[in-house]
């Protein structure tokens, strides 16, 4: 009886083991390849398959879904020979199983060295500014590069993405120092600019409010020039009158004698304002009375009768 037992037992191991060689599940995430005999003999894709036990194998799986891979930090040195530090993501996919499992041995390693050797050829290019403001293009430049030497491995180069850059130590303090000599030259050149724009807003304001004294009194000078104009015309016109009007008179009976009358006035009344208001008398001081004078002798002669004229006597020869 504990043969028999035995011996069931052992069949019941050898159909587990068979059946579980037979019968594949493959799940949709995943494709198989499988070997018949060593030999390559299908891509298995999701679904149920049979498996010829001890004939068939299943030789490798292979993720359908994308992968990230993490791309550790490596030390790169600038165009301007400055040390940084770069780490980044790799994301792919598997495209063809069959080139994936047989082309090459470990596609993830080969991925992460090759993504690191471009990567160092990149940032050789470029200066560390650069670096920093041209992540996108580095990225493009990196993902061209992988996908055409992974395309014999049967993998697709989706994205690639630089997480950090770092420089060294001595190389932070060093831009510290630039970004805060930046900062200040900005902050000076606001000012200097902000000082320019004042000094032309004051000058044009000086320089508007010359043109606008400048005009009126010009208009200032204008008008008075008109003003003293009309004045004079006014004056000449009336002078004129006036000198027709005496000429007139004078070419009158009596006009002649009345005008060397009216000049004698003028001359004693302006000769007794000149001696009143000197202290230093130059003539007689008699002489301002002269106007009383000659009008008592007008007054005289006026009041005098005609005489004929009389012929004085031949007086007697001795």
Request: with cysteine.
């Amino acid at each position: 009886m504990e043969v028999i037992g035995t011996v069931v037992t052992v069949l019941v191991v050898v159909a587990i083991f068979v059946l579980w060689n037979t019968l594949l599940i493959v799940p949709a995430r995943e494709e198989v390849v499988k070997e018949r005999l060593g030999k390559f003999s299908a891509v298995l894709t999701a679904g149920f398959h049979l498996l010829i036990p001890f004939i068939d194998r299943v030789a490798y799986r292979q993720e359908r879904r994308e992968q990230v891979i993490d791309i550790p930090p490596q030390s790169c040195i600038t165009k301007d020979n400055i040390q940084v530090e770069v780490d980044g993501l790799v994301f792919l996919r598997v495209v063809d199983s069959y080139k994936a499992s047989y082309g090459i041995a470990n596609y993830q390693r080969a991925s992460i060295n090759l993504a690191q050797t471009t990567m160092r050829s990149e940032i050789g290019k470029l200066t560390l500014e650069q670096t920093f403001s041209e992540r996108e293009n580095i990225n493009k430049s990196i993902v061209k590069e992988i996908d055409r030497a992974s395309d014999p491995w049967g993998i697709k180069m989706l994205r690639y993405e630089i997480k950090n850059i770092t420089p060294s130590p001595k190389v932070l303090e060093t831009l510290e120092k630039q970004m805060e000599a930046e900062r200040q030259k900005r902050a000076q050149i606001t000012l200097a600019v902000a000082d320019k724009e004042a000094r032309i807003n004051v000058s044009e304001g000086q320089r508007q409010e010359a043109i606008n004294l400048s005009e009126g009194d010009r208009q200032r000078r204008i008008n008075e020039a008109k003003g003293q104009s009309e004045e004079i015309a006014l004056l000449a016109t009336a002078s004129a009158t006036a000198i027709t009007a005496i000429a007139t008179a004078i070419r009158r009976p009596g006009g002649a004698l009345a005008v060397k009358m009216e000049v004698l006035e003028q001359f004693i009344e302006e000769f007794g304002r000149i001696l009143e208001a000197s202290d230093v008398s130059v003539v007689p001081a008699q002489l301002a009375t002269l106007q009383g004078f000659f009008e008592g002798i007008g007054e005289v002669a006026r009041k005098l009768p005609a005489r004929p004229n009389v012929t004085a006597p031949k007086s007697d020869s001795f």
